[in-house]
């Protein structure tokens, strides 16, 4: 079982560049986050979803945009990077919304 | 408004000096309490639920407490290999209401 995979693991973007986090999870879980990590500020909550087809905002949604098509995908979109967008972001999965399982992070990097 | 906040929010201890992590939080009617461990580069890994005040939970060389309004983590005579970053999350009442994260206790511990 691979868990919670993500990819890329890291990317360096120039300003105004698009591209898409993919999160994929192999434990029929129905719950998936994007949580992104910065010194100083912790882990905070992007978007998530609770269930294929459905997603909701988080702390954190400006700039971002997601989709969840497939049960065991969770794509995270950035449409025009910004720097600020620079950070560490993890995927997680959980079965009933507790005890999260997260993938090994994507280092993002925009110049 | 900080609905957790974690404390020391870096700690050195010497090769078997133990100590206690603390967590506190602002959530009314917890639902749940997290704890989670991060090593550098990677992404958290889950170590204790706590769901009701009163309630202990062992692994190794931690025990985690819970009270109504903070958790504790005790580290009974650490070892390097504990060094990392721990993280504290507490979930709101509503089932799908994510997680909640502190900003974490970086943990070193010195031969």
């Known amino acids: 079982n691979a868990g919670v995979t993500q990819t890329p693991k890291f990317r360096v973007l120039k300003t105004g560049q698009s591209m898409t986090l993919l999160c994929a999870q192999d434990m029929n879980h129905e719950y998936m986050y994007w949580y992104r990590q910065d010194p100083g500020m912790g882990l905070r909550l992007i978007h998530y979803s609770v269930g294929e087809g459905t997603t909701a905002k988080g702390e954190v949604p400006d700039g971002y945009n997601v989709s969840r098509l497939k049960k065991q995908n969770f794509l995270l979109g950035l449409e025009s990077a910004a720097p600020s967008q620079t950070s560490v972001y993890f995927c997680a999965s959980s079965l009933q919304g507790n005890g999260y399982t997260f993938g090994s992070g994507t280092r993002l990097t925009v110049v | 408004e900080d609905q957790v906040t974690q404390s020391p929010e870096a700690l050195r201890l010497q090769e078997g000096e133990s100590s206690s992590l603390n967590c506190s939080y602002t959530v009314s009617g917890l639902r749940g309490l997290f704890w989670y461990r991060q090593d550098p580069g990677k992404g958290p890994e889950f170590l204790f639920t706590l769901y009701s005040a009163g309630e202990e939970k062992e692994k190794e060389r931690l025990k985690a407490t819970l009270t109504k309004k903070e958790s504790f983590l005790h580290i009974t005579a650490p070892k390097p290999e504990d060094s990392a970053t721990y993280l504290c999350?507490?979930?709101?009442?509503?089932?799908?209401?994510?997680?909640?994260f502190g900003k974490g206790t970086r943990l070193s511990v010195i031969a």
């Open positions: 999350a507490v979930q709101a009442p509503s089932g799908n209401t994510p997680l909640v």
